[in-house]
Every structure is written in C-alpha cells, then in structure tokens.
C-alpha cells in the first residue's frame, strides 16, 4: 500500500512543471513526513525508547518506574487519538495536545518527586524534532 502511494505521489510530482522544482521538493518532503509520522507512531516502543531516557536523566527509582512507563503509555495512547489533527486541523491539534500534555503533567506530578518534575519539564526540546523522541511528548 506504501508502495502505490509513493509511486502515486512521485507520479503526480514528475507531472509538475521543471520550473517548479521547490514546490516539487517541498510536496514531496510534506508528504514524506506525513506518511513517516502516520507510520511511525508506535505506543509501546516510543514508551520504551522514552523510558530508556528518563530511567537515567531523572534518575528514577524501580518504585516509579511502572508508574511513568503507564502515564506515557496512556498519554500516547491518548495522542495517537489526536494525530490525524495535526495535518487537518492544526489549531485544534495543539489544543488537545495541551490538554493531554497537562494531565500527564498532573499523573507524573503524583509520581515523580519536585526535582526530578522540573527536570522532566526542563527536556522539552528547542523545537519539534522527528528524530527525537522526547518531541512525542511535548508536540
């Protein structure tokens, strides 16, 4: 199925004029991260890859491991909901995204100790990056 969708999409590119070959790249970039995005959201193994880097940087104890490791599970569970927004209805996205992102707050703030919530808080990266996956959390 990716596949047709591909060859569809680089069909319909090829078609456009050479003299427009930014729009040519920027449609085909859009598309990719759509489909890569789509695709690639994995609850259970985007909650281990961020349990593997919140073990260590919050320093957190084999009590509050279960704890934090539902929290995101539920959150990303909850997000995965919301995604599609976040192509047609980016408002509404970033608003549910909000909501959702508050009440994880609230569950790891019963969890975690107030040291280790404002470091949690302090690895929200510059700007949404694909590549890390603690963007999954904060966009």
Known sequence: MKKIFFT?????????????????SDLLKKVATGAAQS????????TNSLMGQLIPQLNLTKAQQPGVQDALSGFLTQKAGILPL???????????QTGLFNQLKTKLGGILVQQQMNKFLGLKPAKNDPTNVLSQLFF
Request: charged share 10%; hydrophobic share 35%.
């Open 8 to 24: 569809s999409v680089l069909a319909a590119a090829c078609l456009l004029s050479s003299n427009d070959s930014q729009a040519q």
């Open 86 to 96: 976040q192509q047609s209805n980016p408002a509404s996205y970033t608003q549910k």
């Open 39 to 46: 695709g690639a959201f994995d609850v259970k193994s985007i």
